[in-house]
């Protein structure tokens, strides 16, 4: 397939547009546990001992 054949269009845009969209999840999913294990970090940094039952209001 030529680069610009036009027949490849929009699957590659779809394709692209699906990783992007996994790249975003992906990188929701990290900043959500690396922010869950700072909250448990600053709790032991306090001097607590009951840092497990803290969540992030879900």
């Given at each position: 397939?030529?680069e610009d054949d ?5 699957l590659?845009?779809v394709v692209?547009?699906g ?12 900043m ?8 448990i970090?600053d ?8 840092c497990?039952?803290?969540s992030?209001?879900?």
């Open positions: 397939m030529r036009p027949r490849g269009g929009p590659r845009a692209g547009l990783l992007i969209a996994l790249l975003i999840v992906g990188v929701l999913f990290v959500q546990q690396l922010r869950h294990s700072a909250a970090q709790c032991m940094a306090s001097g607590r001992t009951n497990a039952p803290i992030s209001g879900r």
